[in-house]
């Protein structure tokens, strides 16, 4: 079992719609976890991170993370063509500075 | 800031032939990695560096990859000799120590294609 995994996708949703995308992890001393978009033909950029369980909002994004069940996800809202991306889950322990990352979902939305 | 700059964008060569990767990282940034992208396996770190040293070169698939960091400006990731599965985009990337730990920019990578 990988220490990440990632629904596969790809993922295709009309302008306006609520996305979920979601990671589950084993490896319990990840403690750190981020969200990563990518656009085509682009390195990955940092859109959020978060260290604790719950619920961290910024603008229309949504990061959740269940420590308990180690589950990870992003809600996005009012979800527009510019969010067509992939969007790659990511997580570290504290002890370095290695991200392990999951494999990436590609989302398209639809105008 | 350029951000990072990775060279050449896109390499394509045949089996056995020698390829270097190149990259600058932002200046003032102490941490450097060099990732590798494919569809199979997503991304994988193959090595880091911290004030130019290699700290952690385990995700290194074999002998034939070696990376160097001659100075905090610089880097290269080469294969010799390169064989088919080497076909990936090959990703360098950095970050501060100060900064924020998660946040790791991003070239726009190598795409690397070995016939």
């Known amino acids: 079992q990988k220490e990440v995994e990632q629904d596969p996708g790809p993922l295709s949703v009309p302008e306006g719609a609520i996305v979920s995308l979601n990671c589950t992890y084993s490896?319990?001393?990840?403690?750190?976890f981020m969200w990563y978009r990518q656009y085509s033909r682009k390195g990955p950029e940092l859109l959020m991170y978060?260290?604790?369980?719950g619920n961290k909002e910024d603008g229309r994004f949504t990061a959740q993370v269940d420590k308990s069940s180690k589950y990870i996800s992003l809600f996005i809202r009012d979800s527009q063509p510019s969010d067509s991306a992939t969007y790659l889950c990511?997580?570290?322990?504290?002890?370095?500075?290695?991200?392990?990352f999951g494999k990436g979902i590609t989302l398209s939305v639809r105008p | 800031d350029a951000g990072v700059i990775q060279s050449p964008r896109h390499e394509v060569t045949e089996m056995g032939q020698e390829v270097t990767l190149r990259c600058k990282p932002i200046?003032?940034?102490?941490?450097l990695f060099w990732y590798r992208q494919t569809m199979m396996r997503g991304l994988e770190l193959l090595i880091y560096f911290n004030n130019n040293v290699p700290i952690d070169d385990s995700g290194m698939p074999e002998d034939r990859f070696s990376a160097k960091m001659p100075n905090a400006s610089f880097s290269t990731l080469k294969i010799q000799p390169s064989e088919p599965r080497d076909s990936a985009v090959y990703f360098c990337a950095s970050r501060s120590t100060g900064g924020i730990n998660e946040k790791l920019f991003f070239g726009s990578g190598t795409q690397l294609s070995v016939l």
């Open positions: 978060t260290y604790s369980s």
């Open positions: 200046s003032g940034h102490d941490y």
């Open positions: 990511a997580m570290r322990t504290g002890a370095n500075s290695k991200l392990t």
């Open positions: 490896n319990s001393a990840f403690q750190y």
